[in-house]
């Protein structure tokens, strides 16, 4: 499928810094460079806002828009019985118009929008070690033990296929990652707004 904008697929296991990454490319880039807004059964956390931070969807809605194919992706996250996904209308009319969308989505995920949009450039986001990981996810605070052995078995497996990326940008330091993220969107064409 051909696209006037471009898609760009960002990975990374949990507690990788890649939301704090992201914002900061988003930010630089300015309105060149349009940031996907997933849909999500789980409720609204204080501050959230429905249609900025998540399309907030109650469990029938989420089933009937996929029922519909109105997802590029979706998935059942961490075995919490909340759902997530790419609702296509965040996505392709964008890219009709010339711009740029970024997409932040697990492998798996990641996969099945490859499967549609193979021009997709792909940025994988790691810490520098999963030692580093671990610690990251320990200081959060916002999880037990459970959770934390979870998350970073999860991270073993995404970090093993993170060869699959076009890119793998290291978050050692945020400005550093930043800037690397950044330098590979330019030499794709993107310029500052």
Same mark, same amino acid.
């Given at each position: 499928m051909s696209l006037l904008g471009k898609l760009v697929i960002v990975s990374g296991p949990s507690g990788a810094g890649k939301s704090t990454v992201v914002r900061e490319v988003l930010r630089r880039f300015g309105g060149g460079l349009r940031l996907s807004i997933s849909a999500t059964t789980r409720p609204a956390r204080p501050g959230e806002r429905d249609g900025v931070d998540y399309h907030f969807l109650s469990d029938s809605q989420f089933s009937e828009r996929q029922s519909q194919g109105e997802f590029l992706e979706c998935v059942e996250v961490f075995g919490r019985g909340h759902w997530y996904g790419t609702l296509q209308s965040e996505v392709s009319p964008f890219l009709a118009e010339g711009k740029w969308v970024l997409l932040e989505v697990d492998v798996d995920g990641a996969q099945d929008v490859l499967n549609q949009f193979s021009e997709g450039v792909t940025i994988f986001i790691q810490p520098a070690t999963l030692a580093e990981l671990e610690? !990251?996810?320990?200081? !959060?605070?916002? &999880? =037990? $033990? &459970? *959770? +934390? &052995? !979870? !998350?970073? #078995?999860? *991270? #073993?497996? &995404?970090? *093993?296929? @993170? /060869?699959?990326? $076009? /890119? +793998?940008?290291?978050? =050692?330091?945020? =400005? @550093? @990652?930043?800037d690397e993220f950044s330098k590979i969107l330019k030499d794709r064409g993107l310029s500052y707004d």
């Open positions: 610690r !990251r996810l320990r200081s !959060r605070g916002t &999880e =037990d $033990q &459970e *959770a +934390i &052995e !979870r !998350r970073l #078995s999860v *991270a #073993s497996g &995404e970090l *093993a296929l @993170a /060869h699959r990326y $076009q /890119h +793998i940008v290291v978050n =050692d330091t945020v =400005d @550093a @990652a930043v």
